[in-house]
């Protein structure tokens, strides 16, 4: 080698060597009161819009709706309203709170509720199929609002934790041109700043990136005094670049979407792990329209064939804290119907064989079709543990991997769907007619929510029973109807009751997440960023 | 006209006629991928009625002629529609998610080059003795595994057991720097702030090293192999012969000729990047176009699928005009046209 060529070679690599270790050695300074988790992108700040689990996060800390859930207990709490009654279960009339001022400073009337209700139904996406039966809202004064509905519908008081309340004004500033009277009904501006009453306001949004969020230090139910005056939501990190950042104290609580055993690591590095009940469920949905699973017999000889304990072990995170717990019916604890913990599932052979000496079919002349999503390794493992347990009644089972979209392109007909599919399932309202009604009424099939393509007079008339039932003792027995009605057809097997974990960095305190008794009963409440203490 | 304008000229309208077909052929595929986006967009509890408005705003409704009539008629406005993941324009999307890739793939195209020529030379001055085989060795692991292995690997030497560069994001959250060109690099420098330049350019090295290895060891291999042909020409033979610095027959005579078909390789795996750069980008969080297009053909977000796949479309063919021209600068037996 040339002398020259060498010592210009050593001169390069030893000015890359200087300048790294200058630029590694500029290590910025840790912002304080700073809380930074993670979750799926994108993030909508559109409440009218989004729909997802971070949608609903920012929905929740960016606005606040009329009624919350009850924090460590069920049922809901005012929130913006101070009290809400109704005659006949058609006319909701909601007294609002006085004193709540928008960011802009504008005082929150009845006008902007009437204006967040249609814009909502306006749009006509994320979350405002629960208002369909909600025909009109109208100020009655300033305070005052009177919901009129189409038809009796239960569920209405839920409903309203979903409907966040706007700044009309500040809204109606930002119309850009639209198909509509009310031009983008606000939608440009709304992607990119917030107008509510929440605890906190939006610094920047990058719906792929981050969403930056500061405490709006005029909010009307104060703040605990540790709670982060500065929020950073990010989206979509690597499960290895979350278990980097949390190692390195640059993160502060993980999304539900981490695998196991990558929390399970993070918990013995130290990490602490937080919980939240999902409200749902992760269910195996059998098409009851192909044989031999049209025959009841079948599938109840699988769903006692289901070893409900491996499972469970499938998605445990540590000793003593699992992704779900056991299932004691298709209807999950918490909500209206479920049977208590007596009735925990548990795998029968014996029970599965009379179911199955009682199907019309004979096993061994079928091939049960078990699909996957591809964007959900964790089914893959489900699927093979299906495999195990259907082949020892006799069953031929394949499995098969598919993308989320050819998936809900196939639940679309009863031909193509899939024999046995996997779904999680949760609602979004804390109410049982939120989850249940789109599985199983038979004019809601051919979704990814209701592969079963159930239809059951009996079903749909519990049904439409708990939807217009009032009063919430007959709601519950109507609903235990009905989960025994499902029960006695298993259209699906309820996998485990879904509990949502994070793993947190101990710089954090969130009794919200980690103390029952403060728990809320609706996934994502437990972000609610105030409740949150940050140690700097 | 100057041969060279004239074939600027010729190239720039032989891509607008390439974009063209991409465009017709993109808007169908994007169409025959099973799912139905509109629903997928509204998920299962959306009415039949939400769903079918949403359609009809989207045009889904109409004959597909029709559709990519209303498309080319919205593109020539500079619009590619709203997309169904982010809720936006997806020519805001666009804006904001391609400079963080481009300038990702600029410092990893300067890495590559400069660290994979530089590698390639030396394997060739001192072929067949240690330094070539140990370059042989480098740039056989660079090239054998995917930049999304490197990405891991990085992170861990270099974030996990030795922390020394950031992970996550284009930079820190301490600095807040206005948005100029979108560019971090270049949007610190223009701030005035060098300490947040220090700190992008700190969270740029590992994911642009991931995403240049693989292209370091091929142009490494590729520079090699080419000067060592170059060195067996009998016009390098003589200038050795004459007893030339070895220095001065390396750059004169042998790497500008072996450069030429090594820049084409490299000015096509520059382009790849674009495509190539999505495993990299989630692994350090960087929101690039890359990330958003995998994104968006996962849920069928038709207006995002067509806009993202036409711009990576033209970056290749503009990247491939470039790379002609340089072709074209360096050879003389081009740029001398008939005289050769």
């Given at each position: 080698?040339?002398?020259?060529?060498?010592?210009?070679?050593?001169?390069?690599?030893?000015?890359?060597?200087?300048?790294?270790?200058?630029?590694?050695?500029?290590?910025?300074?840790?912002?304080?009161?700073?809380?930074?988790?993670?979750?799926?992108?994108?993030?909508?700040?559109?409440?009218?819009?989004?729909?997802?689990?971070?949608?609903?996060?920012?929905?929740?800390?960016?606005?606040?709706?009329?009624?919350?859930?009850?924090?460590?207990?069920?049922?809901?709490?005012?929130?913006?309203?101070?009290?809400?009654?109704?005659?006949?279960?058609?006319?909701?009339?909601?007294?609002?709170?006085?004193?709540?001022?928008?960011?802009?400073?504008?005082?929150?009337?009845?006008?902007?509720?009437?204006?967040?209700?249609?814009?909502?139904?306006?749009?006509?996406?994320?979350?405002?199929?629960?208002?369909?039966?909600?025909?009109?809202?109208?100020?009655?004064?300033?305070?005052?609002?009177?919901?009129?509905?189409?038809?009796?519908?239960?569920?209405?008081?839920?409903?309203?934790?979903?409907?966040?309340?706007?700044?009309?004004?500040?809204?109606?500033?930002?119309?850009?041109?639209?198909?509509?009277?009310?031009?983008?009904?606000?939608?440009?501006?709304?992607?990119?700043?917030?107008?509510?009453?929440?605890?906190?306001?939006?610094?920047?949004?990058?719906?792929?990136?981050?969403?930056?969020?500061?405490?709006?230090?005029?909010?009307?139910?104060?703040?605990?005094?540790?709670?982060?005056?500065?929020?950073?939501?990010?989206?979509?990190?690597?499960?290895?670049?979350?278990?980097?950042?949390?190692?390195?104290?640059?993160?502060?609580?993980?999304?539900?979407?981490?695998?196991?055993?990558?929390?399970?690591?993070?918990?013995?590095?130290?990490?602490?792990?937080?919980?939240?009940p999902a409200a749902g469920a992760f269910y195996i949905k059998f098409n009851t329209r192909k044989p031999p699973l049209d025959d009841a017999n079948c599938r109840l000889a699988?769903?006692?064939?289901?070893?409900?304990?491996?499972?469970?072990?499938?998605?445990?995170?540590?000793?003593?804290?699992?992704?779900?717990?056991?299932?004691?019916?298709?209807?999950?604890?918490?909500?209206?119907?479920?049977?208590?913990?007596?009735?925990?599932?548990?795998?029968?052979?014996?029970?599965?064989?009379?179911?199955?000496?009682?199907?019309?079919?004979?096993?061994?002349?079928?091939?049960?079709?078990?699909?996957?999503?591809?964007?959900?390794?964790?089914?893959?493992?489900?699927?093979?543990?299906?495999?195990?347990?259907?082949?020892?009644?006799?069953?031929?089972?394949?499995?098969?991997?598919?993308?989320?979209?050819?998936?809900?392109?196939?639940?679309?007909?009863?031909?193509?769907?899939?024999?046995?599919?996997?779904?999680?399932?949760?609602?979004?309202?804390?109410?049982?007619?939120?989850?249940?009604?789109?599985?199983?009424?038979?004019?809601?099939?051919?979704?990814?929510?209701?592969?079963?393509?159930?239809?059951?007079?009996?079903?749909?008339?519990?049904?439409?029973?708990?939807?217009?039932?009032?009063?919430?003792?007959?709601r519950d027995a109507i609903y235990h109807q009905l989960n025994d009605r499902l029960m006695a057809l298993a259209p699906s097997i309820n996998m485990y009751d879904a509990q949502?974990?994070?793993?947190?960095?101990?710089?954090?305190?969130?009794?919200?997440?980690?103390?029952?008794?403060?728990?809320?009963?609706?996934?994502?409440?437990?972000?609610?960023?105030?409740?949150?203490?940050?140690?700097? | 006209?100057?041969?060279?304008?004239?074939?600027?000229?010729?190239?720039?309208?032989?891509?607008?006629?390439?974009?063209?077909?991409?465009?017709?052929?993109?808007?169908?595929?994007?169409?025959?991928?099973?799912?139905?986006?509109?629903?997928?967009?509204?998920?299962?509890?959306?009415?039949?009625?939400?769903?079918?408005?949403?359609?009809?705003?989207?045009?889904?409704?109409?004959?597909?002629?029709?559709?990519?009539?209303?498309?080319?008629?919205?593109?020539?406005?500079?619009?590619?529609?709203?997309?169904?993941?982010?809720?936006?324009?997806?020519?805001?999307?666009?804006?904001?998610?391609?400079?963080?890739?481009?300038?990702?793939?600029?410092?990893?195209?300067?890495?590559?080059?400069?660290?994979?020529?530089?590698?390639?030379?030396?394997?060739?001055?001192?072929?067949?003795?240690?330094?070539?085989?140990?370059?042989?060795?480098?740039?056989?692991?660079?090239?054998?595994?995917?930049?999304?292995?490197?990405?891991?690997?990085?992170?861990?030497?270099?974030?996990?057991?030795?922390?020394?560069?950031?992970?996550?994001?284009?930079?820190?959250?301490?600095?807040?720097?206005?948005?100029?060109?979108?560019?971090?690099?270049?949007?610190?420098?223009?701030?005035?702030?060098?300490?947040?330049?220090?700190?992008?350019?700190?969270?740029?090295?590992?994911?642009?090293?991931?995403?240049?290895?693989?292209?370091?060891?091929?142009?490494?291999?590729?520079?090699?192999?080419?000067?060592?042909?170059?060195?067996?020409?009998?016009?390098?033979?003589?200038?050795?012969?004459?007893?030339?610095?070895?220095?001065?027959?390396?750059?004169?005579?042998?790497?500008?000729?072996?450069?030429?078909?090594?820049?084409?390789?490299?000015?096509?795996?520059?382009?790849?990047?674009?495509?190539?750069?999505?495993?990299?980008?989630?692994?350090?969080?960087?929101?690039?176009?890359?990330?958003?297009?995998?994104?968006?053909?996962?849920?069928?977000?038709?207006?995002?699928?067509?806009?993202?796949?036409?711009?990576?479309?033209?970056?290749?063919?503009?990247?491939?005009?470039?790379?002609?021209?340089?072709?074209?600068?360096?050879?003389?037996?081009?740029?001398?046209?008939?005289?050769?």
């Open positions: 080698m040339a002398p020259e060529f060498s010592k210009r070679l050593g001169a390069a690599l030893l000015a890359a060597t200087c300048l790294t270790t200058t630029l590694a050695a500029a290590q910025p300074a840790l912002a304080h009161g700073v809380l930074r988790l993670d979750e799926s992108a994108p993030g909508d700040i559109d409440p009218a819009t989004g729909n997802d689990n971070a949608d609903t996060i920012l929905s929740i800390n960016l606005y606040d709706a009329l009624v919350a859930p009850k924090q460590g207990g069920t049922g809901y709490v005012p929130l913006l309203a101070r009290s809400w009654s109704t005659e006949d279960g058609l006319t909701y009339t909601v007294d609002l709170r006085d004193d709540v001022t928008f960011l802009s400073g504008n005082p929150m009337t009845a006008e902007d509720v009437v204006f967040s209700l249609d814009r909502m139904k306006a749009l006509g996406q994320g979350v405002s199929y629960l208002f369909d039966k909600v025909e009109s809202a109208k100020a009655v004064d300033a305070h005052t609002v009177q919901f009129t509905l189409s038809s009796k519908f239960a569920p209405f008081v839920a409903a309203l934790v979903r409907l966040p309340i706007f700044d009309k004004k500040t809204v109606m500033d930002h119309l850009e041109p639209g198909d509509t009277q009310m031009g983008d009904w606000g939608t440009k501006w709304l992607s990119q700043h917030s107008a509510g009453t929440g605890a906190y306001s939006v610094v920047s949004h990058n719906p792929q990136e981050e969403t930056v969020m500061q405490r709006n230090p005029d909010y009307f139910l104060g703040f605990d005094e540790a709670a982060p005056d500065t929020v950073r939501l990010r989206y979509s990190l690597e499960p290895a670049t979350v278990r980097t950042l949390i190692a390195q104290g640059e993160h502060d609580i993980s999304s539900q979407w981490l695998p196991p055993e990558v929390m399970s690591a993070l918990a013995k590095g130290g990490a602490q792990l937080l919980s939240e699988l769903a006692n064939a289901f070893d409900y304990a491996s499972a469970l072990k499938l998605v445990a995170v540590s000793k003593d804290i699992s992704q779900g717990t056991a299932p004691t019916g298709l209807i999950p604890k918490g909500l209206m119907g479920a049977d208590d913990e007596s009735h925990t599932l548990k795998q029968d052979m014996a029970k599965a064989k009379e179911y199955l000496s009682q199907c019309k079919y004979t096993p061994s002349d079928y091939t049960l079709d078990i699909s996957w999503i591809g964007e959900v390794p964790l089914e893959e493992r489900f699927a093979l543990l299906l495999q195990a347990n259907f082949t020892q009644l006799g069953f031929k089972a394949e499995i098969r991997k598919m993308p989320w979209a050819l998936f809900a392109s196939q639940v679309t007909s009863p031909e193509t769907t899939p024999m046995i599919s996997q779904v999680l399932n949760t609602t979004a309202t804390g109410d049982p007619d939120a989850l249940l009604y789109n599985m199983y009424h038979s004019s809601a099939a051919g979704t990814w929510a209701s592969p079963e393509w159930l239809k059951d007079d009996q079903v749909d008339s519990l049904l439409d029973e708990g939807r217009t039932e009032t009063d919430p003792e007959k949502e974990v994070f793993a947190g960095s101990t710089r954090i305190s969130a009794p919200a997440l980690s103390d029952p008794e403060k728990k809320f009963p609706l996934s994502p409440f437990g972000f609610t960023f105030r409740l949150i203490d940050v140690k700097d | 006209m100057p041969p060279a304008l004239r074939a600027v000229l010729g190239k720039l309208i032989t891509t607008l006629i390439v974009l063209f077909g991409v465009s017709i052929l993109i808007f169908c595929i994007a169409r025959i991928i099973p799912g139905d986006p509109v629903r997928i967009a509204l998920g299962p509890n959306a009415s039949q009625d939400m769903v079918d408005a949403l359609r009809a705003q989207m045009h889904l409704d109409a004959p597909l002629v029709t559709q990519y009539v209303y498309f080319l008629r919205d593109v020539l406005h500079g619009d590619f529609g709203m997309s169904l993941y982010s809720k936006r324009p997806v020519i805001a999307d666009i804006a904001q998610f391609l400079p963080a890739t481009l300038e990702l793939m600029i410092v990893a195209g300067i890495i590559m080059v400069g660290v994979g020529l530089p590698m390639g030379i030396l394997a060739a001055r001192t072929r067949d003795r240690w330094p070539d085989h140990l370059v042989r060795v480098i740039t056989l692991l660079g090239v054998s595994a995917p930049g999304f292995v490197w990405a891991v690997v990085l992170m861990l030497i270099f974030a996990y057991f030795v922390p020394i560069f950031p992970i996550a994001g284009r930079i820190s959250n301490s600095f807040q720097i206005p948005q100029v060109t979108g560019f971090m690099l270049v949007d610190t420098l223009l701030a005035g702030n060098l300490a947040a330049f220090a700190d992008a350019f700190r969270h740029i090295i590992l994911p642009a090293c991931a995403l240049a290895v693989t292209g370091i060891g091929q142009s490494a291999r590729l520079t090699r192999a080419n000067m060592v042909e170059t060195y067996r020409k009998p016009y390098a033979e003589m200038a050795q012969s004459y007893g030339f610095p070895a220095g001065r027959i390396a750059r004169r005579y042998v790497f500008k000729p072996s450069l030429i078909p090594s820049l084409t390789v490299i000015g096509l795996d520059f382009a790849s990047m674009l495509g190539g750069a999505f495993l990299v980008e989630s692994v350090f969080a960087w929101p690039g176009l890359s990330r958003y297009g995998v994104n968006v053909i996962l849920v069928k977000d038709l207006n995002g699928i067509v806009g993202t796949v036409l711009v990576i479309a033209a970056t290749f063919l503009i990247m491939n005009i470039i790379v002609d021209l340089l072709v074209w600068w360096l050879n003389p037996r081009f740029r001398l046209g008939g005289r050769s």
